[in-house]
């Protein structure tokens, strides 16, 4: 069992940075791949970044490469995602979720744990 707590975000202007922390409780966190997704209103929800429990592989949504950076730091629980040059089609609630499993997976239905999402909103 995972318990997952987003944090990091806010309003900022185009062109803007945030990073978005996700911190988690319970045993074994290094043995779960984690996703960061988002979800803006009217929208289904999309992946946009992933990363391996080991924290050597990543993927990355066409949307975000180049821009956003994921990590982990696994002694501390917590993956971050990084995110430069914002503009406003990157408004939305983002969530992370993880899953025990090695392959990054972009399909947020094979996700077990999610946590309460965190808003994202960036002004022109």
């Known amino acids: 069992q995972v318990q997952l707590v987003e944090s990091g975000g806010g309003l900022v202007q185009a062109g803007g940075s945030l990073r978005l922390s996700c911190a988690a409780s319970?045993?074994?966190?290094?043995?779960?791949?984690v996703g960061w997704f988002r979800q803006a209103p009217g929208k289904v929800r999309e992946f946009v970044a992933g990363?391996?429990?080991?924290?050597?592989?990543?993927n990355y949504a066409d949307s975000a490469k180049g821009r956003f950076t994921i990590s982990r730091d696994n002694a501390k629980n917590t993956v971050y995602l990084q995110m430069n040059s914002l503009n406003p089609d990157d408004t939305a609630a983002y969530y992370c979720?993880?899953?025990?499993?090695?392959?990054?997976?972009?399909?947020?239905?094979?996700?077990?744990?999610w946590g309460q999402g965190t808003q994202v909103t960036v002004s022109s």
């Open positions: 979720a993880a899953r025990a499993a090695l392959v990054v997976a972009t399909s947020p239905s094979i996700y077990n744990y």
């Open positions: 319970g045993r074994m966190f290094s043995t779960y791949g």
């Open positions: 990363i391996s429990r080991d924290g050597i592989t990543t």
